[in-house]
């Protein structure tokens, strides 16, 4: 059996469907058909029940998902050990979400460097989906993400609680409106609380899903937002900005995802680290 089918057999069962999966593949519904029929006729048994919702898995196919798992993360770690750089003990990979990576994963850039030299590090951003169903396959060892889900063999240590406060410009030299209030997307739980707090608010005139990008945004032209209370830290205390006494704040968590089958020698330098530069963005 080679690893594309074990991925493609993973990724009908994320996706409950062989049509997603040969979309997410980038390969034809045909393709991911022959794969997973070869793949049924090696171990003797269906794994599938297809059907016009789709297909789950029967009870082979529940066997078999922790050995496939298995499978692709070998592989990954396998990969990465032939392509180890020269004077180097091991390769790290990690992912995080584009609003964690400035400043949290610099600092742990840095520190790595200072206190791990003898490993060699590799670096992604992508969005919480993406970086789930990598450290899953295999293909990271962490992700740092806002809000972990659950997945099959993979463990989410709190890496560090935030708040996420409602803030306004103050050097405006207007009365600000509803209207000069910039929605930022923090994820579907964060919405579903901020709609309950302001029930009455209206859609937003602006809407802005990268945070950094929202106040550089209010800073040029007034306004406010929800933003990371350390990320705007620097504003409050110069004055540029303000909480908005009496508003609501929520809860912000920053997660490391790793696979219940890391290394927890390595597991345990990039938790140090991650929460050594956590100690320095908050």
């Known amino acids: 059996m080679d690893v594309a089918m074990a991925r493609t057999f993973l990724e009908v069962v994320k996706t409950g469907s062989f049509v997603n999966a040969a979309a997410n593949l980038h390969v034809t519904q045909t393709a991911v058909s022959a794969r997973i029929r070869v793949l049924e006729e090696q171990l003797e048994r269906p794994l599938f029940i297809r059907n016009k919702a789709g297909a789950r898995l029967t009870p082979a196919g529940e066997h078999f998902l922790r050995f496939a798992t298995t499978i692709v993360q070998a592989w990954e770690r396998g990969r990465s050990a032939v392509?180890?750089?020269?004077?180097?003990?091991?390769?790290?990979?990690?992912?995080?979400?584009?609003?964690?990576?400035?400043?949290?994963?610099?600092?742990?850039?840095?520190?790595?460097?200072?206190?791990?030299p003898?490993?060699?590090?590799?670096?992604?951003?992508?969005?919480?989906?993406?970086?789930?169903?990598?450290?899953?396959?295999?293909?990271l060892d962490v992700a740092v993400l806002y809000a972990a889900p659950r997945r099959l063999g993979v463990v989410a240590e709190l890496l560090f609680e935030e708040k996420l406060v409602l803030v306004r410009t103050t050097r405006t030299g207007r009365?600000?409106?509803?209207?000069?209030?910039?929605?930022?997307?923090?994820?579907?739980?964060?919405a579903e609380r901020y709609q309950a707090a302001f029930p009455e608010q209206q859609s937003p005139v602006m809407s802005i899903s990268y945070g950094p990008l929202a106040l550089d945004y209010i800073l040029v032209v007034g306004g406010?937002?929800?933003?990371r209370e350390g990320f705007?830290?620097?504003?409050?205390?110069?004055?540029?900005?303000?909480?908005?006494?009496?508003?609501?704040?929520?809860?912000?968590s920053a997660?490391?995802?790793?696979?219940?089958?890391?290394?927890?020698?390595?597991?345990?330098?990039?938790?140090?680290?991650?929460r050594a530069a956590a100690a320095l963005t908050l």
């Open 83 to 116: 392509a180890l750089p020269a004077g180097k003990e091991t390769v790290v990979t990690l992912g995080a979400e584009l609003s964690l990576w400035n400043p949290l994963l610099k600092h742990w850039l840095l520190w790595m460097r200072r206190e791990c």
């Open 224 to 227: 406010s937002g929800y933003f």
């Open 118 to 139: 003898e490993i060699a590090v590799q670096t992604r951003i992508a969005g919480a989906d993406d970086l789930m169903d990598r450290v899953q396959d295999g293909s």
């Open 255 to 274: 997660y490391a995802v790793h696979s219940t089958k890391a290394d927890e020698g390595v597991m345990a330098r990039i938790r140090t680290g991650l």
């Open 232 to 252: 705007v830290r620097p504003w409050l205390e110069d004055g540029s900005l303000e909480i908005v006494p009496g508003s609501p704040e929520f809860s912000y």
């Open 175 to 190: 009365e600000l409106t509803p209207e000069d209030h910039v929605r930022i997307d923090w994820g579907d739980e964060f």
